[in-house]
């Protein structure tokens, strides 16, 4: 029998890229735990994993304490961890001075969730209203749940259905209400985070988009903005029909060499990497196809997705790719990949010899049978 799914992601976002110019900002947390006592440590803390302490200092008497910070990325998520019993979430950017009014516990002797409040930026307070809105979402989805499972046990379609529906509307809402959000958020970290958490980019690409275009013609730089515009390129990607982007890379020799020197050649674009299983697997038939066609005009742009240049060099060696090579060293935050949307290999792109793609992810037997169809046997 179907069941009622629900997920709505408000766990921290972990951004990764590449490095950034934002200029480091301090940063000021105070406030009062109102169940805490003289001499408790309260820990400021990245919220990575596992968190990783920046500061700490010891409640006043009354309760007060106060922690004074840099912000060096142009936004993080921290944990104001209070004594281990309470761990309250802070979204800073730098330049803030935050005010925390805590009960100094996560949940009480009878249950209840212990109370938070954060004030003294956009994100703190937008981020408040998103947890509002997922704890509104997550009651209802609770009563749905059990509501569910007792028609479910009555074999009770019409209730199911019914309950079904209800759910489909208030996701419905509750979706509509962050979109109507979002452009309030302009470019603070929150934006990102509800974007990218919160939004789906199979139904809300255009929203998800529009977050990106907002910090791109503002220039912000950050590592979190930096990694949100390179999630946008690869969902986006390239499409059969576009127009292959023009890029320059590095060779293992130490020079450089363009698609567009290509031009011409039917040319299959191979987002590769030494330590990628199935890329290597595949070489074997990449190889066989490249000596088969290379003199009927065709060629290949190996694309490694490396880090290492010994490992990339040795794998080119060591599995006869004499073909045209090329790496920014990066990983996954190569632009090139980015900008054709590859967020898993081998991926491969067939580029005509007007430099449009006209297929792709083509491998083994296809590859073989659309370069057959193309040039001939």
Request: proline fraction near 3%; glycine fraction near 8%.
């Amino acid at each position: 029998m179907k069941k009622v799914l629900f997920l709505l992601t408000m766990g921290l976002w972990a951004a990764q890229a590449g490095a950034q110019t934002t200029a480091p900002r301090e940063f000021t947390v105070q406030g009062k735990i109102k169940n805490g006592s003289a001499g408790e440590k309260v820990y400021l803390q990245l919220s990575t994993n596992p968190p990783v302490t920046v500061d700490s200092t010891t409640l006043a008497a009354d309760g007060t304490f106060s922690i004074k910070s840099t912000e060096k990325d142009g936004g993080n998520f921290y944990l104001l961890n209070v004594a281990e019993r309470q761990k309250i979430v802070l979204l800073v950017e730098g330049g803030e001075q935050l005010n925390v009014v805590a009960d100094g516990f996560d949940k009480d002797s009878k249950g209840a969730a212990g109370k938070t409040t954060v004030t003294g930026s956009k994100n703190v307070e937008y981020y408040g209203k998103l947890l509002d809105l997922n704890q509104a979402m997550v009651e209802k989805v609770n009563q749905w749940t059990e509501s569910y499972a007792q028609a479910n046990e009555k074999k009770d379609t019409k209730k199911m259905q019914a309950i079904q529906e209800a759910f489909r509307q208030a996701e419905l809402e509750h979706v509509t209400k962050i979109k109507a959000m979002i452009p309030e958020m302009g470019t603070s970290m929150v934006a990102l985070f509800a974007a990218n958490n919160l939004l789906n980019p199979e139904r809300d690409f255009a929203e998800m988009e529009a977050v990106a275009k907002r910090f791109e013609q503002e220039k912000i730089n950050t590592k979190m903005a930096q990694a949100y515009l390179g999630y946008i390129k690869r969902v986006r990607g390239v499409a059969v029909g576009d127009e292959a982007p023009d890029f320059t890379l590095d060779t293992p020799e130490g020079s450089t060499v363009s698609l567009s020197s290509l031009r011409g050649k039917y040319v299959l674009i191979d987002f590769w990497a030494s330590w990628c299983g199935p890329c290597r697997l595949e070489n074997p038939n990449v190889v066989k196809m490249y000596n088969k066609y290379k003199d009927k005009g065709f060629s290949i742009f190996g694309v490694s997705l490396d880090n290492s240049k010994d490992a990339w060099v040795a794998a080119i060696k060591k599995d006869g790719l004499t073909w045209v090579h090329g790496s920014e060293l990066k990983k996954w935050n190569s632009e090139v990949a980015q900008n054709y949307g590859v967020n898993a290999i081998p991926a491969t792109y067939l580029i005509d010899k007007d430099g449009k793609v006209i297929a792709k992810n083509l491998r083994g037997p296809s590859l073989e049978s659309k370069l057959e169809e193309l040039i001939g046997k």
